[in-house]
């Protein structure tokens, strides 16, 4: 899930699910948490909405977004760079 330094952005690496809105994508970003009473490992998502300014990402592209100041009502992150592009 998220990396923190002192004194840097979070940033989380997840992919586009969603490119319909204007400037806008929905990234799903998975991790991995325990559970309490069987301590098996369970593969969890949370969705964010991120701001693409140039427009670039599509569905299924693998990106870097970080934190930012919020842009919209419910959008508090940039996408920082596009790591893969989807086939």
Known sequence: ???????????MVGVVVSDRMDKTVTVRVEGLTKHRT?????TRSQKYLAH?????CRMGDKVMIEETRPLSRNKR???????ERAV
């Open 77 to 83: 992150w940039r996408v920082k760079q596009i790591l």
């Open 1 to 11: 899930m998220p990396e923190t330094k002192r004194g840097h952005r979070k940033r």
């Open 52 to 56: 693409d300014e140039a427009g670039d």
């Open 38 to 42: 069987y301590k098996k490992y369970i």
